[in-house]
């Protein structure tokens, strides 16, 4: 990382707050052509001089690209910024692997750390597509799995079998936003030798920092607030540089990388996470609380409401509570999609994190193909809508969501 690191020019970022952590951290000072942003490089393979600069190269004298599946200096300094924003300071220690979606993340780690024979703990309320490629292409491959409640602690502690390798989560979950506790699950995994893997996309390193807990692997889907813009599809995977230089030689023969245009779409998106994150943790709060005092609203699932199951962990382990908003509509399954459709700012459509608010009913949009019934036993009702809140004005939202609501 030496190649892309800024910190031996004197930027310390661990002396800035998150903002200025957000433009500067993880950015060379010098740079090609003079130019201040991240030069895109498209290139597919890489030159020697002579031979003896591929001796030097490959005896490991100089740091420099060689082909475009196994390195890209746009990708790199994504990458860079991307393992410092994690745990809030460069360190040669940590270190970030671009993947050409969140899926990808999440495919190359599972492949990469469970061989067959072996066992991990994953627990439920998690993204729809992780529980598909265990319950079938892991399962096929000889790993096995047991799924938990998300927060059942003792739950995920029993679950732990002598093949096991890794327990699996996300924090906050999608769509019930429960919030792990940290350090009751990095306890467990220490007493159990196992590792662990949190994909935090819902939370992102501004709103918290899992390695910073001792949980071994953090992964997001760059597509969501990192990137924010709606624009590009990413996905990254945080934790130890030898791990992360492991998954390296996974994805040199997977092929999952994230191509230079996305990298630099991510970089420029990276520069405002903290501006956006701001606006849209305080969008999420606003919402949720209007919601929750709203007759209309059956019930509000978001950490940042007192009555929220796991409000004194995310209170203690995390900086703000996050733009999603997910609630249940006092109304079956029409009326829901009636209120939806009365609503004029968010767009309808998956997704989330981005700088426009998107708006969707779970059981038309991931879990369509589902009977009503068989929604309901992985916990998806009729009536439940997320809101993935945007950058726009608070009172702006509010008053849409007021509009569809006194219409309803
Ligand atoms: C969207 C998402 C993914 C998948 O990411 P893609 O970039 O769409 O491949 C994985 N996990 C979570 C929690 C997500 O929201």
Redo the contacts with the bound molecule.
């Keep these: 990382m030496s190649s892309t690191s800024g910190s031996a020019e004197g930027l310390h970022p661990t002396l800035y707050g998150d903002s200025t952590a957000s433009v500067h951290i993880g950015e060379t000072r010098i740079r090609a052509h003079d130019a201040i942003t991240a030069p895109v490089i498209f290139s597919a393979t890489y030159t020697f001089a002579d031979t003896n600069a591929l001796i030097d190269f490959q005896e490991g004298r100089v740091f420099r690209e060689e082909y475009g599946r196994y390195g890209n200096p746009t990708v790199r300094a994504a990458e860079a910024k991307l393992a410092a924003l994690e745990v809030g300071a460069e360190s040669d220690d940590v270190a970030a692997l671009l993947c050409s979606?969140?899926?990808?993340a999440?495919t190359t780690v599972l492949l990469a750390m469970l061989p067959a024979g072996s066992h991990l703990v994953i627990t439920d309320d998690c993204?729809r597509?992780?529980r598909q490629f265990v319950r079938t292409m892991l399962a096929r491959l000889g790993v096995q799995h047991t799924v938990v409640s998300a927060c059942d602690y003792a739950g995920i502690e029993e679950a732990v079998q002598p093949e096991t390798r890794l327990i699996v989560s996300?924090s906050p979950t999608?769509p019930y936003l429960r919030v792990l506790d940290l350090e009751r699950v990095v306890a467990i995994a220490q007493r159990r030798k196992v590792k662990t893997l949190i994909?935090a996309?819902?939370a992102t390193p501004y709103n918290i920092r899992p390695l910073n807990y001792g949980i071994d692997l953090v992964i997001h889907?760059?597509?969501?607030y990192l990137g924010g813009h709606n624009d590009v599809?990413?996905?990254v995977v945080v934790g130890g540089a030898p791990i992360i230089a492991a998954l390296r030689e996974a994805q040199a023969m997977l092929g999952g990388i994230c191509d230079p245009h996305s990298a630099y779409l991510l970089l420029r998106g990276l520069k405002t996470l903290a501006l956006r994150m701001e606006r849209q943790n305080a969008n999420g709060f606003a919402v949720a609380r209007f919601l929750s005092e709203h007759p209309r609203i059956k019930r509000v699932h978001y950490p940042g409401l007192p009555d929220h199951p796991d409000h004194t962990v995310a209170a203690a382990q995390m900086r703000g509570w996050g733009g999603v908003v997910s609630f249940e509509f006092d109304g079956d399954i029409h009326a829901t999609s009636r209120f939806i459709d009365r609503l004029r700012l968010p767009y309808i459509g998956p997704?989330?994190g981005g700088v426009e608010s998107l708006v969707e009913q779970p059981a038309l949009m991931s879990y369509y193909e589902l009977t009503s019934e068989e929604r309901l036993a992985v916990g998806i009702c009729d009536n439940l809508v997320r809101l993935s809140c945007g950058v726009e004005d608070t009172d702006d939202l509010i008053a849409d969501l007021a509009q569809a609501l006194e219409s309803a």
Excluded: H, I, P, W
């Excluded at 979606?101 to 990808?104: D, E, F, K, P």
């Excluded at 889907?221 to 969501?224: D, L, R």
């Design positions: 979606c969140g899926m990808n999440v993204y597509r992780t996300e999608n994909d996309t819902f889907s760059a597509t969501k599809l990413a996905g997704s989330l």
